[in-house]
């Protein structure tokens, strides 16, 4: 199913715990979270210290979802942050927000894996 928003209607407690839950990828849910807050307007316009906080919040409501969940919740994402500094502005508030979601989503989770070319290297 394709769904950027709400993602905490989807994972809940009555999930079969012999079931996994994959999502693949919280970047572009991050991007889509971004145009959809963002609408018609041009994104140097844009309130990025608004849209991070709406962002923040779907990301609170994941996790505590995952977190209720009995069921393995296995979550995507992307590392953004290792590359050169972007040269727009929203490039540059994509890789800071990424980021931070990444980093909270770490925080939350049992483990996390950085994985490179198929080799998978446990962080927590």
């Not at 970047?27 to 959809?36: A, K, P, R, S």
């Not at 919040?57 to 393995?72: D, G, H, M, T, Y």
Request: net charge negative.
């Amino acid at each position: 199913m394709e769904r950027w928003q709400h993602l905490d209607e989807l994972i809940h407690a009555d999930i079969n715990p012999h079931e996994a839950v994959l999502l693949e990828c919280v970047t572009t849910m991050v991007t889509n979270l971004l145009f959809d807050y963002g609408g018609d307007k041009d994104p140097d316009e844009w309130d990025y210290q608004a849209m991070e906080q709406a962002i923040n919040a779907e990301i609170q409501s994941l996790i505590a979802a995952c977190q209720r969940c009995p069921a393995k919740v296995v979550l995507v994402t992307n590392e953004v942050g290792m590359g050169i500094v972007p040269e727009s502005r929203l490039a540059r508030h994509f890789r800071d927000i990424a980021g931070r979601v990444n980093q909270q989503l770490a925080a939350a989770a049992n483990e996390v894996w950085l994985v490179v070319s198929g080799i998978g290297v446990k962080i927590k």
